[in-house]
Nanobody, 124 residues
Framework: VQLVESGGGLVQPGGSLRLSCAAS????????MGWVRQAPGKGLEWVSA????????DYAESMLGRFTISRDNAKNTLYLQMNSLKSEDTAVYYC??????????????????WGQGTRVTVSS
C-alpha cells in the first residue's frame, strides 16, 4: 500500500490545519490507522490512532482536545484535524497503517506501512 499525506504548511500559533492521507488501496481491511510525527531533532512519536469502523480513537496526551482523527473508508482516506496549534507541534507528520490503536505502545513494531510525510510549521 502507498500512503500519501497532504495538507501541511505554515500556520500561526492558535491556527488550524487539516491533514489528509490517501491510500492506494482499500483501507476497509486496515484494522488500525494512525498519525505519527517527528519534530526537528527528535524521535518519532505517536499522535493519534483510529479503528477500522471509527468506533475507537486514541490520542497522545499533548494532542487531546486539540486534534481529531477520522477516516473515510469509502474514499480510502485518513484525516487529522489540528486546532489550537502550538510551536511545539512543528514536525513532519506521517500517516500509517498500524498494528494497534494504543498510542502508549512502543512505536518500533507498531507501524506496518507509512507515507513520506507532510511538514507542519507553526510559527508567527
Amino acid at each position: 500500500v502507498q500512503l500519501v499525506e497532504s495538507g501541511g504548511g505554515l500556520v500561526q500559533p492558535g491556527g488550524s490545519l487539516r491533514l489528509s492521507c490517501a491510500a492506494s488501496t482499500s483501507i476497509l481491511s486496515f484494522n488500525y490507522m494512525g498519525w505519527v510525527r517527528q519534530a526537528p531533532g527528535k524521535g518519532l512519536e505517536w499522535v493519534s490512532a483510529i479503528t477500522r469502523n471509527s468506533a475507537y480513537t486514541d490520542y497522545a496526551e499533548s494532542m487531546l482536545g486539540r486534534f481529531t482523527i477520522s477516516r473515510d473508508n469509502a474514499k480510502n482516506t485518513l484525516y487529522l484535524q489540528m486546532n489550537s496549534l502550538k510551536s511545539e507541534d512543528t514536525a513532519v507528520y506521517y500517516c500509517a497503517k498500524t498494528i494497534t490503536i494504543a498510542t502508549h505502545a512502543a512505536l518500533g513494531n507498531a507501524l506496518d506501512a507509512w507515507g513520506q510525510g507532510t511538514r507542519v510549521t507553526v510559527s508567527s
